[in-house]
């Protein structure tokens, strides 16, 4: 005989790492082009507000289970995303500089906790779409000198610019994320001067994030 006392398994409370099991399922939906960018967004500020089990269910009944999906050893590694992106391997070097010519980081690499980014007479890059990061909080010290440091960052990581343009600029674009950052997503502070230069902060997406119709283009 069965206990009517007891509660159907979609009233039971969903714990932390239930809702982490299923922002896991919305990122590879998203990194394999089953949800939009701004489905994503919706479902995963959804997750982190589910209480029940219940709740969780309608987010993913239409997304394949992790165990049935296809074989994987063809295909290139799953893009991490948000917390994922803290590592504790050792940092692929602590500064860029530019002397009248140009300088750049991109595609996996790993950023030092303070990282220096100096341009004089020439130009910074520095790509944070597909980098890790050795600490959830991260500091780049970003000064142009009649120059241009541009940092580009994806939607899955916070930012905070603070610097100075004298006779320049230093500024964001490019607005708020995206989608909702998760939990212990890396913070990346960028700090520093632009005298007669320029500093330049700007969001685009990332190569595998399908682009919204009629959205600006993103290089």
Known sequence: ???????????????????DRAAARLREAL????????EHSERLDAVYRAKTLGDLAPLLRDLPETSESPDLSFRS??????????????????FSFA??????????????????????????????REARFTSPHTTIVANALMGAVQIIVPDDIEVRVNGVGIMGAYEAKGGAPASVLEPGAPVVRIVGVALMGAV???????????????SDRDD
């Open 200 to 214: 330049e902060v700007v969001r685009k997406r990332r190569k595998h994030q399908k682009k919204e119709k009629g």
């Open 31 to 38: 990194a394999e082009g089953r949800l939009t960018p701004d």
């Open 77 to 94: 590694p799953r893009p991490v995303y948000g917390r994922e992106r803290v590592v504790t391997t050792n940092p692929d070097g602590i």
């Open 99 to 128: 002397l009248m010519g140009a300088a750049e980081r991109s595609g996996q690499w790993t950023v030092a906790r303070t990282y220096q980014a100096l341009a004089v007479m020439g130009g910074v890059e520095l790509d944070l």
């Open 1 to 19: 005989m069965s206990d009517s006392s007891l509660p159907d398994r979609g009233d039971l409370r969903a714990s932390d790492a239930d809702r």
